[in-house]
């Protein structure tokens, strides 16, 4: 096995040499002798194949023509309330707002097949996160950030038993979860609290 491996390694050097012999280069070359040469030995027990030499070949110049110049216009993106820039000693940009402490008032959640409706009365900040995840699941899966006005309509839940709680924040701000609610998969709308 070993034999044929080595047989086989001598025969895809010798195909490689013969290419790298036959291939030109791309650029064409004010001198034929810049390009890669094998000096012409005899098979001896000292030298039992030919050694390559490379002759440095000069780097092709190419003129540049006119290409019209391309400008992307930076528009600023809008930023929260609380909003620093980073400064000129590259620092991350730090969040200034501070975290909400109030819980929302009456959260409930009405759902209907794949469809989730979570209500409450808003009493802080002006952002909330609403975070869901499947009832087996001990980790929150999913979230979903929307402005704080009360309400959020989420789709897509198959017909799972859903868990849901909400964070009210200050844009970039953290702030205190709520309770959770925890639902069921219906054909008609149900109040869950």
Same mark, same amino acid.
């Given at each position: 096995m070993q034999k044929i491996i080595i047989l086989?390694?001598?025969i895809f050097f010798l195909i490689?040499?013969?290419r790298v012999r036959?291939?030109?280069? +791309?650029?064409p070359s004010p001198n034929p002798s810049h390009r890669i040469h094998f000096r012409d030995h005899s098979c001896t027990q000292?030298? +039992?194949s030919p050694t390559p030499t490379i002759s440095p070949s000069p780097v092709p110049t190419a003129s540049l023509s006119a290409t019209p110049a391309i400008t992307t216009a930076v528009t600023p993106q809008p930023r929260g309330e609380g909003y620093v820039p980073p400064t000129q000693s590259h620092e991350a940009p730090k969040c200034?707002?501070?975290?909400?402490?109030k819980l929302p008032i009456n959260l409930h959640v009405y759902r209907k097949g794949d469809v989730a409706i979570v209500k409450y009365w808003p009493t802080e900040g002006d952002t909330v996160s609403v975070f869901y995840r499947q009832n087996d699941s001990k980790y929150w899966?999913?979230?979903?950030?929307e402005q704080n006005d009360g309400f959020v309509t989420i789709a897509g839940l198959g017909n799972k038993d859903i868990s849901f709680a909400v964070m009210q924040r200050n844009t970039c701000s953290g702030g205190v979860m709520s309770h959770t609610v925890v639902d069921g998969p219906s054909k008609e709308w149900v109040l869950f609290r």
């Open positions: 086989l390694t001598i490689a040499v013969s036959a291939t030109r280069s +791309p650029f000292n030298d +039992p200034e707002a501070k975290d909400t402490t899966q999913y979230s979903l950030t």
